[in-house]
């Protein structure tokens, strides 16, 4: 039987929460009530006007909360955008959603070797081959708006998000007009 520590050691992971020197970014998304959520750790690719871009190339892994580790079959890039409520993740093919955002608090670069968020619940994606993007979880929103007292200034920063995000995916616009085909190109190798 392998622990939780043997098996972050096997997968060449770092404990939760916890740094390494080798160039990789620590990705904690974390809950209104600071628990752990989705984390990872993925290699910095590069900035641009959209904002900073990580990838994790195909069979990486990653993890909710303080579970074991997950193994992710395809090859993904996630944009942290500058100041905004929001972080897209868009997945290589054949994975069926292409594009899934995550409604957070700003992402915030407490070092360059970590970047942490609140996520909000709310979700925005895209099917692949799909014109419409949907919204995802109002039902978790609403509750977790009640279970971790969610400020109205939150409610209203993630819902309006939601909806920019909504128009943008749809209409091709800012990153979601093929920016994020340069930067998936370097984890595909």
């Known amino acids: ?16 929460g916890v740094a390494r020197n080798d160039g990789l970014v620590r990705v904690d998304y ?26 994790l190339p195909a069979n990486g ?12 079959p395809e090859a993904h890039v996630i944009l942290f955008p500058r100041g ?3 972080t ?8 069926k959603t292409e594009i899934y955002c995550d409604i957070t608090t700003p992402p915030e670069w407490p070092s360059q070797d970590t970047v942490t968020m609140v996520d909000l619940d709310l979700d925005v994606l895209r099917k692949r081959g799909a014109d419409a993007p949907l919204l995802v979880d109002e039902d978790e929103f609403a509750e977790h708006q009640v279970r971790y007292g ?7 920063a993630a819902q309006d998000a939601a ?6 995916v749809r209409d091709g616009t800012g990153p979601f007009d093929g920016s994020h085909e340069r930067w998936l190109h370097l984890v595909r190798r």
């Open 150 to 156: 969610y400020p109205p200034d939150v409610v209203t």
């Open 61 to 72: 892994i990653t993890r909710k909360g303080h579970n074991p580790a997950v193994l992710v």
């Open 88 to 95: 897209a993740t868009f997945n290589d093919a054949p994975r």
């Open 163 to 168: 909806e920019r995000l909504m128009v943008a």
């Open 1 to 16: 039987m392998t622990t939780e520590r043997g098996a972050d050691a096997a997968a060449g992971e770092a404990p939760p």
């Open 84 to 86: 905004d409520w929001w």
């Open 30 to 55: 974390h809950k209104y009530d600071g628990s752990l959520h989705w984390n990872l750790r993925m290699r910095r690719l590069g900035e641009d006007e959209h904002g900073v871009w990580l990838g």
